[in-house]
């Protein structure tokens, strides 16, 4: 018998949240409104405010995770060590996003350049039943990591939405 395996990402906001309302703005819930059989890790994880949502592995051991930018499906990296979210510039006009030209040099997933792009700011980003919002990106060029096999990276998701 083959084991199977899921990744889920776990993640909290600061405040509880309900499904498809921003972190930062949602009130705790007042009883318990998942599906999940009592006294499971999910219901508690749902309890204390967390969410879940399932990853994928790509490009070998790369985790990615489908979510929501501005109303349009997308797919992110998970990149710890990204400070910021990182978007690719070929997704900037799909996503509607204005880019303003800064003198920080931002790299890419591989490092390989840095480059002086711009910045820009997400209206909504969504994952699973967490909807963060206002949320601040580099752009950047990020062709090699699209230049390999798999479906379209839309961009990085880094550290710092994770901390919130």
């Known amino acids: 018998m083959k084991a199977h395996s899921s990744l889920v990402l776990v993640f909290v906001c600061l405040a509880a949240f309900r499904p498809n309302q921003s972190c930062a703005t949602a009130p705790k819930p007042a009883a318990k409104t998942d599906r999940s059989e009592p006294g499971s890790l999910q219901g508690l994880l ?70 002086k792009f711009g910045k820009s700011r997400l209206g909504t980003l969504s994952m699973g039943n967490c909807t963060f919002t206002q949320v601040p990106v580099a752009v950047a060029d990020e062709s090699d990591l699209n230049a390999l096999r798999g479906p379209h990276l839309d961009g990085l998701f880094g550290a710092h939405e994770m901390a919130k």
């Open 46 to 115: 749902t309890g204390e405010g967390f969410a879940g949502v399932r990853l994928q592995r790509r490009l070998g051991n790369h985790l990615f995770v489908k979510t929501l930018i501005n109303g349009r499906h997308t797919a992110l990296m998970i990149d710890t060590g990204a400070p910021y979210t990182l978007i690719d510039r070929s997704s900037v006009r799909t996503l509607g996003l204005s880019v303003q030209p800064t003198n920080s040099r931002v790299g890419g997933a591989f490092g390989w350049r840095y480059e």
